[in-house]
């Protein structure tokens, strides 16, 4: 998780992001406030069978492609290796907002990249880190695919910009 923070830090350095989000300002997450403009986490975790690796890897590189071309909301977007299981990969991605991670699941090229890789895994899960919309976690439950959702308990977003 440090890592994922790390990369989210640099990112934000880079691009100069600004979310209009205090330097202190507390992350709520309950019920009655909504979360649509704060960058969160997603990391989805995929277990190749056997003899299909390199072509998952082809397809994640593929979509990686498309989707740093077609979504300015998705921050950092990586395909990394478990090194630990040569058949492990871990999609590591930040979002600017809760509506970015829903026009997401609506573009056509992760829908085809899903239909494309389920027969080549036989596992894949997300695991979301952070406050998102009450209709973006009604999206993500809608994929059929397993999430679950690490509720911020405190925490806060820096602004880095100049």
């Not at 989000?21 to 990391?43: K, M, T, Y």
């Not at 909301?73 to 395909?79: A, D, Y």
């Amino acid at each position: 998780m440090n890592r994922v923070i790390g990369i989210l830090v640099a990112v934000i350095l880079v691009t100069g992001c600004d979310w209009g989000v205090n330097e202190h300002q507390e992350l709520q997450n309950s019920a009655d406030v909504q979360q649509e403009g704060i960058p969160f986490v997603l990391i989805a975790r995929l277990h190749s069978l056997p003899g299909k690796a390199n072509e998952l890897i082809k397809l994640s590189r593929a979509v990686d492609r498309k989707v740093e071309q077609s979504e300015p909301g998705m921050l950092l977007h990586t395909f990394d290796k478990d090194p630990d299981d040569p058949l492990g990969f871990v999609w590591t991605e930040v979002y600017a907002s809760s509506e970015a991670f829903e026009y997401h699941l609506q573009n056509p090229d992760l829908i085809q990249y899903l239909e494309e890789t389920t027969p080549l895994t036989d596992s894949f899960t997300v695991e979301v880190y952070g406050s998102i919309s009450d209709s973006a976690w009604t999206a993500a439950q809608a994929t059929g695919v397993p999430f679950k959702h690490f509720k911020t308990q405190a925490g806060y977003i820096r602004d880095l910009t100049p």
